[in-house]
C-alpha cells in the first residue's frame, strides 16, 4: 500500500487553498471582476448542458458508490468515487469557462416558479461552496485509507453533494428555456 507523503497540515493547507481559489475565481466572475473577451466561442454554449449532464452522472455515481461500499465493495467504491471526482473537476472548469465568456441569464421574475427556483439556487450555490472542502478531505481520507476519519467526513459530504448534484439539474432544467442560445 503507498503511503501519501504530505502531512495533514499540509493537506489542510491544500485545500484550503484550493477552495479558496475556486470561490475566489466564481466570485470574480459573478462580479465581472475579469475582462469579457469581445467573442464567445459557440461550443461555450453547450457546457451548461453538459454541466447539467455531469452533476446527473455525479448523482448516479454517489448513490452507486454509496450501495457498493454498504456491500463491502471497497475497490468499486473506490473507483466510481474517482471517477465523480473526476467529473467534478471537469464540472468546476466548464462552470468557470461557462461563467467567463457567457452573459448571466435570469429567472424571469414574472414566473410563479422563481421562489423555488430561488431557494434551489441558492442552496445549490452555498451547498457547492461548503462541500467543497469536505469532498477533497474525504477524499485525501479515503485514499490513504483512514477509514475513521473518511467515514467521519463522509456522513457530511455525502448527503450534500447528492444535494447539489441533483439541484445543479433541477436549476438547469428550470434556466435552460430562458438560455439566449439553445441547443
Given at each position: 500500500?503507498?503511503?501519501?507523503?504530505?502531512?495533514?497540515?499540509?493537506?489542510?493547507?491544500?485545500?484550503?487553498?484550493?477552495?479558496?481559489?475556486?470561490?475566489?475565481?466564481?466570485?470574480?466572475?459573478?462580479?465581472?471582476?475579469?475582462?469579457?473577451?469581445?467573442?464567445?466561442?459557440?461550443?461555450?454554449?453547450?457546457?451548461?448542458?453538459?454541466?447539467?449532464?455531469?452533476?446527473?452522472?455525479?448523482?448516479?455515481?454517489?448513490?452507486?458508490?454509496?450501495?457498493?461500499?454498504?456491500?463491502?465493495?471497497?475497490?468499486?467504491?473506490?473507483k466510481?468515487?474517482?471517477?465523480?471526482?473526476?467529473?467534478?473537476?471537469?464540472?468546476?472548469?466548464?462552470?468557470?469557462?461557462?461563467?467567463?465568456?457567457?452573459?448571466?441569464?435570469?429567472?424571469?421574475?414574472?414566473?410563479?416558479?422563481?421562489?423555488?427556483?430561488?431557494?434551489i439556487?441558492?442552496?445549490?450555490i452555498?451547498?457547492?461552496?461548503?462541500?467543497?472542502?469536505?469532498?477533497?478531505?474525504?477524499?485525501?481520507?479515503?485514499?490513504?485509507?483512514?477509514?475513521?476519519?473518511?467515514k467521519?467526513?463522509t456522513?457530511?459530504?455525502?448527503?450534500?453533494?447528492?444535494?447539489?448534484?441533483?439541484?445543479?439539474?433541477?436549476?438547469?432544467?428550470?434556466?435552460?428555456?430562458?438560455?439566449?442560445?439553445?441547443?
Amino acid at each position: 500500500m503507498t503511503k501519501l507523503l504530505l502531512g495533514e497540515k499540509t493537506i489542510f493547507r491544500i485545500v484550503t487553498a484550493v477552495t479558496a481559489i475556486v470561490l475566489l475565481l466564481v466570485l470574480f466572475l459573478n462580479r465581472r471582476v475579469f475582462p469579457r473577451p469581445d467573442a464567445t466561442p459557440e461550443i461555450i454554449y453547450v457546457l451548461p448542458l453538459m454541466n447539467a449532464f455531469i452533476n446527473a452522472t455525479c448523482f448516479i455515481l454517489l448513490l452507486v458508490s454509496f450501495y457498493f461500499i454498504r456491500k463491502k465493495r471497497i475497490d468499486l467504491h473506490k473507483k466510481i468515487n474517482l471517477t465523480a471526482f473526476f467529473l467534478s473537476a471537469i464540472f468546476i472548469v466548464s462552470y468557470i469557462t461557462y461563467h467567463y465568456f457567457a452573459e448571466e441569464t435570469h429567472f424571469p421574475k414574472e414566473n410563479p416558479l422563481r421562489g423555488f427556483y430561488l431557494f434551489i439556487l441558492i442552496t445549490h450555490i452555498i451547498l457547492s461552496a461548503a462541500v467543497l472542502p469536505l469532498v477533497l478531505l474525504s477524499f485525501y481520507y479515503g485514499l490513504k485509507m483512514d477509514v475513521k476519519k473518511h467515514k467521519r467526513i463522509t456522513r457530511f459530504s455525502l448527503p450534500i453533494w447528492l444535494y447539489v448534484t441533483l439541484t445543479g439539474v433541477i436549476a438547469y432544467l428550470m434556466i435552460s428555456p430562458y438560455y439566449p442560445h439553445h441547443f
